[in-house]
């Protein structure tokens, strides 16, 4: 698994955690500092947050 596939892998695991409702202490703590540990990580989440959004609003006329 190369660098960036793993950063988007993380960055889909919060996209999704954040979906099911308010983060705990230690996991936003956890998230600030994944955030904070490079520009990319922000990049890819936006990604994945808009990804996620995106699915949402499929229909099944959309498959």
Known sequence: MDHSQSINETAAHWAVRQQ????????????????????QHAQALAYAERTWAALGQMTA???
């Open 20 to 39: 099911a409702g308010p983060l705990n202490l230690i996991e936003q703590s956890a998230l600030e500092q994944w955030l904070a540990q490079n520009p």
């Open 61 to 63: 006329a959309d498959l």
